[in-house]
């Protein structure tokens, strides 16, 4: 397995973000997404507009088969119907579709890192990845709750060592 790194520094990922929306913009989405939820890259490239409920997102991860339920700004649901629209997705089509099949399939896992992973080493940043955006999310959530525990559970890591690897890039930096 390859090791990723979190991007802790905010300028980093904001440079990710507008690198990757003028390479594409759903490229931007799925990279925002992915901060914002944590979620794994498999059950993000699963995500349809219809997916978005009244401020909410459920979603059955597909690695523990358990049921998540993730608030969304609002203004990220606008996000989504705003792209889908602009981009003539359909309610019920992947946001992150596969341009070779015509929006009936969604981009692979290792399309996704090899954009993101690209894109970062353009930005002089080494060691990023699609689970990077995980581990981002997980740094961002320590941040503000202080808590390894918290972020365990929100992850739903088993063994607190898991989680601690997400946060070892941070925790390196506050020492």
């Given at each position: 397995?390859?090791?990723?790194?979190?991007?802790?520094?905010?300028?980093?990922?904001?440079?990710?973000?507008l690198y990757l929306k003028r390479?594409?913009?759903?490229?931007?989405?799925?990279?925002?997404?992915?901060?914002?939820?944590?979620?794994?890259?498999?059950?993000?490239?699963?995500?349809?507009?219809?997916?978005?409920?009244?401020?909410?997102?459920?979603?059955?991860?597909?690695?523990?088969?358990?049921?998540?339920?993730?608030?969304?700004?609002?203004?990220?649901?606008?996000?989504?119907?705003?792209?889908?629209?602009?981009?003539?997705?359909?309610?019920?089509?992947?946001?992150?579709?596969?341009?070779?099949?015509?929006?009936?399939?969604?981009?692979?896992?290792?399309?996704?890192?090899?954009?993101?992973?690209?894109?970062?080493?353009?930005?002089?940043?080494?060691?990023?990845?699609?689970?990077?955006?995980?581990?981002?999310?997980a740094c961002n959530l320590f941040?503000?709750?202080?808590?390894?525990?918290?972020?365990?559970?929100?992850?739903?890591?088993?063994?607190?060592?898991?989680?601690?690897?997400?946060?070892?890039?941070?925790?390196?930096?506050?020492?």
């Amino acid at each position: 397995m390859k090791i990723t790194k979190a991007l802790i520094n905010e300028r980093d990922v904001l440079a990710m973000s507008l690198y990757l929306k003028r390479f594409h913009p759903r490229f931007c989405l799925l990279w925002e997404l992915g901060i914002i939820t944590g979620l794994r890259i498999g059950d993000l490239l699963k995500l349809k507009p219809n997916s978005f409920q009244s401020g909410t997102l459920t979603v059955t991860e597909q690695k523990t088969k358990k049921e998540r339920t993730i608030k969304i700004h609002n203004d990220v649901i606008f996000d989504i119907n705003f792209f889908a629209k602009m981009f003539h997705v359909k309610p019920d089509q992947y946001i992150f579709y596969s341009r070779a099949d015509r929006k009936h399939k969604h981009m692979t896992r290792q399309w996704a890192h090899r954009i993101i992973h690209r894109t970062a080493q353009n930005n002089g940043l080494d060691f990023i990845g699609a689970h990077s955006m995980r581990k981002i999310y997980a740094c961002n959530l320590f941040s503000s709750s202080g808590s390894v525990n918290a972020v365990q559970a929100d992850l739903g890591h088993k063994h607190m060592s898991t989680t601690l690897i997400y946060l070892k890039d941070l925790l390196e930096g506050i020492k």
